[in-house]
């Protein structure tokens, strides 16, 4: 099901608290294309990647890119400062109820063979991988996305070279935070969301990106898989409430016993 | 160099004055003032292993929770007088400390992986008190009013003030005590670079793990504070990650890794807080002064990374090395290429 | 009697690559030892191993005939092993003072002795001008001097120096030469990793040279210098530094 979404978070890599935010942000973005103009959550996703890429630029450009030399720690307080930011100005805008968007496949069903298939989460499902099999190709077949990930693996290494890393960053970045606000947009439809949500959004994330996102599509796709079957058997078997329980837990086990090849990858 | 002396001797002055204070305030002073105390206190506590040792934690408040329900639950259920229950209290947050730090430290997670790491173990508490009955489940757990100082309740609301007070003087003399010894000495040295104290004979791992049991055992007492203060526990509050941030911001805002970085940034802090609260409380826009308080770290970040106290004493034209997170190092790239890793990179 | 270190059959590779291979040689009590070899050879790699930074993945190291591999570098320290990092990495928000403070401390767990022991180390250096000031504002040739310091604040009986002289001009490299006899008078044997061979040749009495992680030649100054082999692994790699 929501595989899809976490492949995106995987392909990206990078993740940090904001992301989560930034995601609800997508969602709220959706709600507000979809009851204020009545546009489809199908649609107005678009739209919600264009806006946070933006955010995710601007974030960039003004406040990570002037501490790019700062220690590690400055730029995790940056971004916990900017989730602050995200995440209780969505609380002050839309207030702490739940919300969820109508789109117009709400409730339909397709028969797939022996399955019934929920309409609405076929196509975010399908909508999903067609993203993040773009973004797989943009990352590592195209020019600009050679240049990110070398950015990504070696800043300083990079800036030898000539690139002009602040812009690579920038467009990075964005494209990023574009991510995540589609994603928002894509599972608003079936997925009922406050502004607290963020957090559980971002852990989601960290633990795919930690445990199989080194990049690659297959990574990616194997992180999310093994993450949300995780989380939706803890919910099956234990308690609705303590989905987040297995959640937290895979996170402080995936932390302990890191895979190998993201040992020491910067992560923020 | 005698400015800092000057700025010590003043804060010794002001804390002089304190105790006289109630005598002279309104109540909602005196409320403020406890709540800058209790957060100074807690900012203090935390200043040991987040500000001295340099290990950003962001799940403090998951010992403020086991402190908290520990104390109540035992005063309540077993008629433990807190006073005893706050030490218990103290005891089990540096257990669970000592857990999350062995864990930390011994698997070798640094940076933003030791902050998801306690931001996970707060988490988790957070869950399990939410989801075990006994202690209120969800809904909360609520202490029954007696207003007998046994119970470490107070009809006259000063008496929270002169405990707070003392919180915040002890695990200020406690800090102190540790910055003039060797271990506090350690703990800095940590904080500017972990491989370099590792061979220069620092056992860093149990340092930082003693810092990690110091720290949590305090928070843990101030549990107690924060239950019979506020009368009623919600896992949701006392175990969230905002409270978290009220621990964290006020040391990062005063100079973390100063002796009176959190205080500072207390004062700082807690009237703002105050005041935005009820500013944004009328608009009804909750969440509003988490808004100020994002802002303002992102402010601190980028333009006064050492803290406000550093800041004061250098504007005062004194000097001042060693505190607060580390700024902007002005050593060579090479130089600083070699830092991220445990051990020697190639030539 | 047994030497001071020995080290025996040491080898360690990074995936593919085997940066030190079966490597053995002996310091013994007041001795200068020169590891030369040139660049990425895996002398750096070898102070990593003999000062626990790394694990080898076989062969052994004794100090005073007592087992090394596998303890922690901060015990290894502790029983009289100190190094330097060829890329100087000083408490940069630290004074200079607190800096070598923090290596007496192994010593002398009490602050004041300990700085007393660092305000002479620092008088031994020459860096007691910079006392007061944070790491950070030193030039090249003083952080140098404070990581040599740090290090032989923690009195060890053997000390490894990693390229300390590397980019100093001319009368820099004379101090410290001058500092390392100093030290070595008062009974500290020393291994030196250096690329300055006039240095090289006037501190030690032997040489060990290893390429590719191999032990090529060992011997005095003169006899090194001469030898084919040592002479062909340096003009096959002229990028030396
Ligand atoms: N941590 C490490 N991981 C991978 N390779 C390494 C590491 N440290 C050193 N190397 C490699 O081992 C070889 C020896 O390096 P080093 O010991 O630094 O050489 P030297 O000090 O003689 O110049 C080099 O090829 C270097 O790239
Ligand atoms: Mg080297």
Redesign the interface.
């Known amino acids: 099901m929501a595989v899809g979404l976490t492949l995106i978070f995987g392909v990206m890599r990078v993740v940090n608290f904001a992301h989560g935010d930034m995601m609800v942000w997508g969602m709220y973005l959706a709600w507000v294309l979809s009851t204020r103009f009545g546009l489809d959550p199908y649609f107005g996703f678009v739209i919600c990647a264009g806006v946070l890429f933006l955010v995710g630029v601007a974030v960039q450009r003004g406040l990570v890119d002037r501490i790019l030399d700062a220690p590690h720690e400055m730029q995790i307080l940056l971004m916990l400062g900017v989730a602050l930011v995200l995440e209780n100005s969505a609380l002050m805008v839309f207030g702490p109820e739940p919300r969820r968007v109508r789109g117009v496949l709400r409730l339909s069903t397709i028969d797939v063979g022996p399955f019934i298939v929920d309409l609405a989460r076929l196509v975010t499902f399908v909508v999903a991988v067609v993203l993040s099999v773009l973004l797989w190709a943009f990352l590592f077949k195209s020019d600009l996305g050679r240049t990110i990930r070398a950015a990504a693996d070696n800043g300083y290494g990079a800036l030898v070279i000539g690139t002009n890393v602040r812009r690579v960053y920038a467009v990075a970045f964005g494209i990023g935070a574009a991510c995540v606000g589609a994603a928002g947009a894509l599972v608003a439809p079936f997925l009922p969301f406050s502004p607290s949500a963020g957090l559980p959004a971002s852990v989601t994330s960290f633990n795919i990106v930690i445990i199989g996102g080194m990049g690659s599509l297959p990574g990616a796709f194997f992180g999310g898989l093994l993450v949300s079957v995780a989380e939706s058997l803890g919910a099956v078997f234990l308690r609705p409430s303590l989905k987040e329980v297995v959640s937290f837990s895979l996170l402080i086990v995936i932390l302990l016993f890191r895979p190998a090849g993201l040992f020491g990858k910067r992560l923020s | 160099m005698t400015l800092p002396r000057v700025l010590l001797a003043a804060a010794l002055a002001v804390l002089l004055v304190l105790p006289a204070l109630p005598s002279l305030f309104g109540s909602y002073a005196v409320t403020v003032f406890t709540l800058i105390f209790f957060y100074g206190f807690l900012g203090q506590a935390w200043n040991i292993i987040g500000g001295y040792a340099g290990q950003l934690s962001a799940g403090h408040a998951a010992f403020v929770g086991v402190g908290a329900y520990a104390a109540a639950v035992l005063s309540q259920d077993a008629g433990l007088t807190p006073w005893i229950g706050m030490l218990v209290g103290g005891l089990l947050s540096a257990a669970l400390g000592a857990v999350i730090g062995y864990l930390g430290f011994r698997f070798g997670l640094r940076g933003f992986y030791f902050v998801l790491l306690t931001v996970a173990f707060a988490e988790l508490c957070r869950l399990v008190a939410s989801n075990v009955d006994a202690i209120g489940g969800a809904l909360g757990y609520y202490i029954t009013f007696t207003g007998n100082p046994r119970h470490f309740q107070f009809q006259d609301s000063r008496a929270y003030y002169y405990i707070a007070l003392g919180f915040m003087l002890l695990a200020t003399g406690v800090v102190a005590l540790i910055e003039r010894r060797r271990f506090g000495m350690y703990l800095t040295a940590i904080r500017e670079d972990e491989s370099a104290c590792e061979a220069l004979g620092v056992d860093t791992f149990r340092v930082k793990l003693l810092a990690m049991v110091v720290s949590s055992f305090l928070t843990g007492m101030g549990g107690t504070f924060y239950a019979f203060y506020l009368f009623s526990l919600q896992p949701s509050t006392v175990f969230g990650i905002p409270l978290s941030v009220e621990i964290v911001i006020r040391p990062i805002v005063g100079g973390a890794g100063t002796l009176l970085g959190p205080i500072v940034g207390s004062f700082i802090l807690s009237p703002l807080a105050e005041l935005s609260r009820a500013y944004f409380a009328k608009g009804g826009w909750i969440g509003g002064h988490l808004v100020v308080y994002g802002l303002l770290l992102i402010l601190v970040v980028l333009f006064l990374p050492q803290g406000a106290y550093p800041w004061l004493v250098k504007l005062g034209g004194g000097r001042f090395l060693g505190g607060g997170l580390r700024p902007p190092s002005d050593t060579s790239p090479q130089d600083g290429a070699g830092k991220a890793g445990a051990r020697s990179g190639p030539s | 009697m047994s030497a001071l270190l020995e080290v025996r059959s040491l080898s360690k590779s990074f995936g593919g690559l085997q940066a030190v291979k079966d490597l053995s040689f002996d310091v013994s009590e007041g001795e200068i030892v020169a590891l030369i070899g040139p660049?990425?050879a895996g002398?750096?790699?070898v102070?990593?191993l003999l000062?626990?930074?790394?694990e080898p993945d076989a062969g052994e190291i004794a100090l005073r005939g007592r087992s090394i591999v596998g303890l922690?570098?901060?015990?290894i320290?502790?029983l009289g092993l100190?190094?330097t990092?060829?890329?100087?990495?000083?408490?940069?928000?630290?004074?200079v003072l607190?800096n070598v403070?923090?290596?007496a401390?192994?010593r002398h767990?009490?602050?004041r002795e300990?700085a007393a022991r660092a305000e002479a180390v620092l008088v031994e250096v020459g860096l007691e001008a910079r006392r007061?000031q944070?790491a950070?504002?030193l030039t090249l040739a003083e952080r140098k001097r404070l990581e040599l310091a740090?290090?032989l604040?923690?009195e060890p009986a053997v000390l490894l120096l990693d390229?300390v002289m590397a980019g100093l001009n001319a009368a820099e490299t004379e101090r410290i030469v001058e500092l390392v006899l100093g030290i070595n008078r008062r009974g500290v044997a020393i291994v030196l990793i250096e690329h300055v061979m006039r240095a090289v040749m006037s501190l030690s009495r032997r040489i060990v040279v290893i390429n590719y992680g191999e032990r090529i030649a060992e011997g005095v100054p003169d006899a090194v210098a001469n030898d084919p082999r040592v002479i062909e692994a340096y003009l096959g790699d002229t990028a030396e530094g």
């Open positions: 660049n990425g002398k750096t790699t102070f990593a000062s626990g930074f790394l922690k570098p901060h015990a320290c502790a100190a190094r990092f060829q890329i100087v990495r000083p408490f940069p928000h630290l004074s607190r403070m923090v290596g401390l192994a767990p009490e602050p300990a007061a944070a950070s504002g740090r290090a604040a923690t390229e």
